[in-house]
């Protein structure tokens, strides 16, 4: 059973810092890993999908990268924003297909 | 980009009474939908998989009798609790596959419902 894990579970730093979200995942036979950011009370907006075959994908501020092997995955964010509080997610498919199992999240504050 | 619309946001109801929720895929068709619930300070956990045409997939552990879920059409799919209870009070999230291929496909999201039973 795959497992996915995220440390740590809630940061705050100040604005204009850089920092970095872990993901780890038990079963390296994955497809992809994708990353989510869940505002309170509200979905999820897909952050960067990164295929098992590349090993990093990035988008604006964001760096998403990925490490099969060693089951392990990191968001980095650049000069953070009060915006980008939030609580985000790293999640994989299970079972062959486009059914995730989501990481246990980390809440992320970012002090003005 | 895909969208996906979730109604209600928000719903309280009592102990006993059934609550539909419905997700949409706006702007493209789904086949498969997602429906995931979400307790406070909790990650998403998959309830079950939502199949146009077809039953519905139930994971491990849910009640499909008491979570009912109908895939309508290629754009509409519906979660209906029955006869809810304190318990099931949670935020429940539906997703459903964007227009690329399988599994290298993102998943989009609806805003949830955050269901409150009295």
Redesign the interface.
């Known amino acids: 059973k795959q497992e996915v894990t995220q440390i740590p579970a809630a940061l705050s730093v100040p604005e204009g810092e850089n920092l970095v979200l872990n993901c780890s995942f038990t079963d390296s036979a994955i497809?992809?890993l994708?990353w989510?950011r869940q505002d309170p009370?509200?979905?999820?907006?897909?952050l960067l999908?990164i295929?098992s075959s590349q090993r990093e994908q990035t988008s604006g501020r964001l760096n998403a990268s990925l490490d099969k092997s060693s089951g392990r995955s990191t968001l980095y964010i650049a000069a953070s924003q009060p915006g980008d509080s939030a609580t985000y997610?790293c999640?994989v498919?299970f079972m062959?297909?486009?059914?995730?199992?989501?990481?246990?999240?980390t809440r992320l504050t970012i002090i003005p | 980009g895909a969208v996906?619309s979730?109604h209600p946001s928000w719903v309280i109801c009592k102990s006993g009474t059934s609550v539909k929720i419905e997700c949409r895929s706006l702007d493209f068709q789904a086949t498969?939908m997602?429906w995931y619930r979400q307790f406070p300070k909790?990650?998403?956990?998959?309830m079950a998989?939502s199949n146009e045409g077809s039953k519905a997939t139930y994971e491990q552990g849910v009640e499909k009798d008491k979570f009912l879920i109908n895939h309508a059409s290629l754009t509409l799919s519906t979660l209906t609790v029955t006869s809810a209870h304190p318990e099931d009070s949670s935020?429940y999230?539906c997703?459903a596959?964007g227009t690329g291929r399988?599994?290298?496909?993102?998943?989009?999201?609806?805003?949830?419902t955050?269901l409150t039973v009295t």
């Not at chain 2, 909790?42 to 998959?46: C, E, G, K």
Request: net charge positive.
């Open positions: 497809y992809n994708q989510f009370g509200k979905g999820l907006t897909s999908l295929q997610l999640a498919p062959g297909n486009e059914k995730l199992t989501f990481g246990t999240g | 996906v979730q498969t997602f909790q990650s998403l956990m998959l998989t935020f999230i997703s596959p399988g599994r290298d496909s993102p998943l989009h999201f609806g805003n949830g955050r």
